[in-house]
């Protein structure tokens, strides 16, 4: 079944690049440039994994993050938080928050693509465990 | 402190100037092996005799007792605790400077140099992390370069791109790259525009260098103004309407009030006050200016000085002078001398006996310097209510703070709650030295109700030896009396036990406990409240940006 990866980011090169990458690597994509949007659409299609861009308008990176893990089924969902280099602050945040990885802009595409793959094929039978306990 | 080698400048200068020992010991009247025993440091010398010697010698009286260096070393010493190098002593810095002048000099001028780098740089620090177009602009470039990147390792890695992905792609760099240089040009317009603002410490710091270089006091100036004031009141006219008379007659300058204004000025043939100008600081400006228009060229030729490099150190200089010349017009020497003495230097007494205000009287005093007429020994300073700190006069012993605020437990800042009178304080330094602070809020006259009140304190400093001799002291005759520790500013000061820490000490606490966290000085364990952890992180972030 082809795993599918949503980006929440508003940068509409970025994420056409983005979008390019993913697919070409045969994953499905959705891409929301606004925080509320897209948190609705990870809320309801449940994408296996999330590029979340923390300076979003509506919600930022931050709360969208926040407001992810306090959703059932969600608490696990693999998410790569997408900074800026020299913003040691924010990555250590958004880890706290429950990130799982960062990548730091301007990002090489092949490390990005490591670690989407990396993330993919740990989180696939953890999150399978997870949602059968919380969703079932 | 360790004893100045005061014999050997003696004999040095005496070599230049080409006179024997023999011809100087004769001109200053005593016998040549005593010289001989002087420059050789085997007698002690001071007072009369050495007065009469650099006079001889045609040499300042500071270059030969070494006063001169004192606060050179003094500099080398606050400088070097200024960067952590606390077992740096007093004594070895003397050896240093009497040794090698220049080079001290040239570690001074470096520092000031280094400061000025470090204030630009917190400055742009400052810049760089607050203003939001900056930030903005960082943003923009970020993600130029991410897209840029990203897209030319696209085209770098997949061949497999069919010509409408490879030319959509290529154009997106194209595009990006033009924005990125316009980001960047944004970015280089707005720093080029912080570069006026950087403001550098050195023309104040070279000014304060001259005035301390002449010793506070200015013979050419007071001479001029003895001369100049024996003029106007030659057929018995009283002094200011005979300043005000001669501005307006010579010199063709109408003193009048303006509203509105925030500080007095010269517009054409005006010199226009504020109003609720007080009348001792209207008197004040009109001596100033008609000092600037008659002692012009005298003023043109003290500032003519080596010391002075910049044309803002000279314009500040002779504001300086002028400044002085004002207070020696309004207040001859000798009889302010004479009336201090007898008032016992009570500033308030003086003022109204003169005509002057707190702080005209006190710079006053300050200058009362002349080699065998000489006033008290005093030190001056003035602050703003958040501790700002501008005119230090240091004299010798007590180190005026060069770099940065001064302890806060200093009357200094007592007096802005002290309205209406001086405050008093005897106080003893870390290393056991005493002074008298005696400190007095002042204002500038009595602005508009919907204007905020400028106010100032004003501080005198004098060796508690003199005690005796102010009216000051009186309170702190009984050796009962504990006098108030403090330091010269929480940086340089080993008490480790002060409730009004602000800053981490870069000295150790004296006594060094042996294994004592030299690390972490910051605050004694029971001081250990909010304001002390609060503010312990300020200055170390500041000198981590500054180093």
């Known amino acids: 079944m082809t795993k599918t990866v949503l980006i929440a980011e508003d940068e509409p090169f970025i994420v056409e690049s983005l979008t390019f990458l993913l697919k070409k690597a045969g994953y499905g994509v959705e891409s929301h440039g606004d925080g509320k949007a897209a948190l609705d659409a990870i809320i309801a299609r449940r994408p296996d994994l999330v590029l979340l861009d923390i300076m979003l308008p509506g919600i930022n990176g931050f709360d969208l993050l926040r407001q992810l893990r306090g959703t059932p089924g969600l608490s696990r969902t693999p998410v790569i938080a997408l900074t800026a280099k020299g913003q040691e602050a924010d990555r250590q945040r958004m880890l706290e928050l429950g990130a799982d990885a960062f990548v730091t802009k301007p990002f090489s595409n092949k490390d990005l693509m490591i670690r989407i793959e990396a993330l993919l094929a740990d989180g696939g039978t953890s999150r399978a465990a997870a949602a059968g306990r919380t969703d079932g | ?547």
């Open chain 2, 1 to 547: 402190m360790a004893r100045l080698p005061i014999g050997a400048r003696i004999r040095d200068r005496r070599r230049e100037q080409g006179l024997t020992q023999s011809a100087l010991a004769a001109a200053a009247g005593i016998s040549a092996s005593y010289l001989n025993l002087i420059e050789h440091d085997k007698r002690a010398i001071g007072g009369a005799l050495l007065r009469r010697i650099a006079e001889i010698l045609e040499i300042d009286v500071g270059h030969l007792s070494g006063s001169d260096d004192a606060r050179l070393a003094q500099d080398l010493v606050e400088l070097a605790r200024s960067f952590g190098s606390a077992t740096l002593p007093e004594d070895s810095a003397l050896g240093f400077v009497a040794r090698f002048p220049d080079w001290a000099r040239a570690f001074v001028h470096l520092h000031r140099r280094y400061r000025e780098s470090a204030d630009a740089a917190l400055a742009l620090s400052d810049r760089l992390s607050q203003d939001p177009a900056l930030v903005e602009i960082s943003h923009a470039v970020l993600t130029q370069v991410t897209a840029i990147r990203s897209f030319a390792e696209i085209l770098d890695s997949h061949g497999d791109l069919v010509p409408e992905e490879r030319g959509r792609f290529a154009s997106i760099i194209s595009q990006q790259s033009d924005e990125l240089a316009n980001s960047a040009r944004q970015m280089l317009d707005l720093l080029g525009g912080t570069r006026g603002q950087v403001r550098s410490s050195t023309p104040r710091d070279e000014v304060d260098d001259f005035i301390i270089a002449h010793g506070n006091h200015f013979p050419a100036l007071e001479q001029a103004c003895d001369h100049l004031r024996a003029e106007l009141t030659d057929a018995g006219a009283d002094l200011a309407a005979a300043v005000d008379e001669r501005l307006a007659g010579r010199h063709g300058l109408r003193t009048s009030v303006a509203a509105g204004l925030d500080r007095a000025q010269v517009q054409g043939d005006r010199l226009l006050l504020p109003e609720g100008t007080p009348e001792a600081s209207a008197r004040f400006l009109q001596a100033r200016a008609l000092a600037e228009r008659e002692l012009g060229e005298l003023l043109d030729g003290l500032t003519d000085d080596p010391r002075l490099t910049t044309e803002d150190s000279c314009a500040g200089a002779r504001a300086a002078l002028a400044r002085y010349a004002a207070g020696a017009l309004r207040f001859p020497y000798e009889a302010v001398l004479e009336t201090a003495e007898a008032l016992r230097y009570d500033v308030d007494r003086l003022a109204a006996r003169f005509g002057g205000s707190f702080e005209q009287i006190a710079h006053r005093l300050v200058t009362l310097r002349r080699p065998g007429a000489a006033g008290i020994p005093f030190a001056f300073l003035r602050a703003d209510p958040a501790g700002n700190v501008s005119k230090p006069f240091s004299i010798s012993g007590l180190r005026m703070p060069r770099l940065g605020g001064t302890c806060p437990l200093w009357a200094l800042h007592a007096a802005f709650a002290s309205p209406d009178r001086p405050i008093a304080q005897l106080v003893e330094m870390p290393e056991g030295e005493r002074y008298l602070f005696v400190a007095r809020r002042v204002t500038k006259g009595s602005g508009p109700f919907d204007a905020p009140p400028v106010a100032f304190s004003v501080m005198l400093s004098c060796d508690a030896a003199y005690l005796d001799r102010l009216v000051y002291g009186d309170a702190f005759a009984s050796r009962a009396t504990r006098p108030t520790p403090v330091g010269v500013n929480c940086r340089s000061c080993r008490r480790g036990d002060c409730a009004q820490r602000a800053h981490p000490p870069i000295l150790p606490s004296a006594p060094a406990r042996p294994g004592a966290a030299a690390r972490q000085p910051s605050a004694p364990p029971d001081l250990g409240d909010a304001r002390t952890l609060r503010d312990s992180s300020q200055p170390e972030k500041r000198r981590i940006l500054a180093s």
